[in-house]
């Protein structure tokens, strides 16, 4: 995940960035299964892990141990804005699997606190306030959550973003 950037960077800041411009981008046949969790989970598991050091140099993977696939993930964003799935993206830099998090509760007591839904919620609500920055100052959550999102396409800054965008490409 690069750390540079506006907040929030990942696949699902991405899609609801992409999703402001009519489309996503689902890397390989949708398929492939993705376990997500938020930053601020995993700033708990590290402060776990310094508390109490495990005896030897292992590595530990860090996850929800729920996965989902970016097919279902993509029709959830569809559902959520109107926004097309384009498959068959590339896949380089994308870490797919499931974690196994029996490890993480057992020994440091760990069960993610944020859900895969609210780190949606959130991924949406900072791409409108990236694109939409005049029309979100009004959105609420539940704006986001139940599918208002699409209806901000029609916003002066979206229009002056996807001009933009067209003269780069």
Known sequence: VPLEGPPGNGLL???AEECQIG???IPGDGSDLKDFIHVQDLVRVVDAVLSSPPPTRESIAVGSGKGISMEDLAASYKQRT???PEFGQSDEGEVFGIVDAWVLEERFGFRP???LEEMIA???EAAC???NSDAADHLTREDVEGGRLHRLRNTDSYTKHRRSSKTKT
Do not use: M, P, T, V
């Open 23 to 25: 489309w996503i981008n």
């Open 82 to 84: 109107g926004c097309d």
């Open 129 to 131: 306030l990236l694109y």
């Open 13 to 15: 800041h991405r899609w």
């Open 122 to 124: 959130e991924a949406f």
């Open 113 to 115: 606190q944020i859900s």
